[in-house]
């Protein structure tokens, strides 16, 4: 049951510890990630993004790190929608951090969705573990978008890392004198990011199918 995606990176983790239920191989997967100090903006592109790719795509979880801010925003639209999320964690299954999100936890696996971690229940909370559980939301995923970030972040690295597994990164990009979009938009100016303005986007340069929906000509 290891994730194939996963299997083929370099540096994975030996053994994951998961609970709830994780897709040897689903269809499509997508990474929503950024700061854990958003705007209002950020969020309401996050929500946004995963709904239509909700609507729009058969078979689709959404990956990210249940962390404050982007994070959540995006398991939260995942299972408001109905479809599964996952959520990397970089400590043992038997805490959750940060502690608010415990209920959060909790519906992620009601919903479908999973929590998984290369850290046994024993391990402490280390910050160095939060950087190196990203390469983990960048292999299960076949697409990692970055939404919001400054200059530096977790979300930055785990946009790197995708692109040294050869996966595909997107940004959405932001008003050139906010600092939370100065990452994002640093990404696309170097061309290390499609630009990322709605689901279409990131389903485009996927060249994925999207599904029929009533009234819209396909």
């Known amino acids: 049951d290891y994730p194939l995606r996963l299997r083929d990176c370099d540096d994975a983790p030996a053994a994951l510890f ?30 946004r993004i995963v ?13 990210s790190g249940l962390a404050l801010g982007i994070d959540i925003v995006a398991h939260r639209a995942a299972m408001e929608k109905g479809i599964p999320t996952g ?35 024993d391990t402490a909370i280390h910050r160095g573990n939060f950087p190196a559980r990203n390469r983990i939301v960048a292999g299960l995923s076949d697409v990692t978008v970055v939404v919001e970030s400054d200059t530096q972040g977790g979300a930055l690295i785990t946009a790197s890392i995708a692109s040294a597994y050869g996966r595909e990164v997107g940004a959405v990009p932001g008003r050139i004198y906010d600092r939370m979009s100065r990452g994002c938009n640093s990404l696309i100016h170097s061309n290390r990011a499609f630009v990322v303005r709605d689901a279409d986007d990131i389903i485009k340069a996927m060249q994925w199918k999207a599904k029929a929906r009533p009234g819209v000509q396909q």
């Not at 502690?99 to 992620?108: E, P, Q, V």
């Open 87 to 121: 959520a990397v964690l970089a400590h043992g299954l038997s805490t959750i951090y940060p502690a608010a999100h415990r209920n959060y936890a909790r519906d992620i696996l009601r919903s479908g969705g999973f929590l998984a971690t290369e850290y046994t229940s």
């Open 18 to 47: 998961v609970m709830g239920s994780i897709s040897p191989m689903p269809r499509h997967c997508v990474a929503i990630v950024g700061t854990r100090n958003c705007t209002a903006y950020g969020a309401e592109v996050a929500r």
């Open 51 to 63: 709904e239509d790719l909700a609507d729009s795509l058969d078979d689709v979880v959404i990956m």
